[in-house]
């Protein structure tokens, strides 16, 4: 265990406390993350991502993956910003504000354009924010 912890310490540059690496774990046994290399940058990913909520993967993960191989035929290559709201809206019946899509994007490393076209990458990360932001109303039962 003191291997991974090292691990994630030099990915993340930086010590972390007991406390925090104890949630870390946690959240890796939860979501059948293996604590190695590529384990712990999924989850460095995660909390950059969604930085408040990343700890609702493992109530996400099930369908995100069912969702990414749904949608994989709508999504292609990419995708444009317009009609990956209109997925999002469709097959995940939430309609959320439009400053709360442009922080989903931000947090992808771009702007959200309606006309833009996004690669399928980034596609996945927003439909993963949408997906934490639905877990997140769903448990406050707003």
């Known amino acids: 265990m003191e291997q991974s912890r090292t691990i994630y310490e030099t990915l993340i540059n930086?010590?972390?406390?007991?406390?925090?690496w104890s949630k870390i774990k946690k959240l890796a046994n939860t979501a059948d993350i293996p604590l190695d290399k590529d384990g712990l940058k999924v989850i460095i990913?995660?909390?950059?991502?969604?930085?408040?909520?990343?700890?609702?993967?493992?109530?996400i993960k099930n369908q995100l993956t069912d969702y990414g191989e749904t949608l994989?035929?709508?999504l292609g290559l990419g995708v444009t910003g317009e009609k990956l709201i209109k997925l999002i809206n469709n097959s995940l019946n939430i309609s959320p504000d439009i400053t709360t899509v442009y922080r989903w994007f931000y947090r992808c490393g771009t702007k959200f354009k309606k006309s833009q076209w996004y690669d399928r990458q980034t596609a996945m990360m927003v439909l993963t924010n949408a997906l934490i932001f639905k877990a997140k109303k769903h448990r406050i039962g707003a």
């Open 45 to 59: 990913n995660l909390r950059k991502l969604n930085p408040r909520y990343f700890n609702l993967y493992p109530e």
């Open 14 to 20: 930086q010590r972390c406390s007991d406390s925090h």
């Open 72 to 74: 994989s035929g709508e």
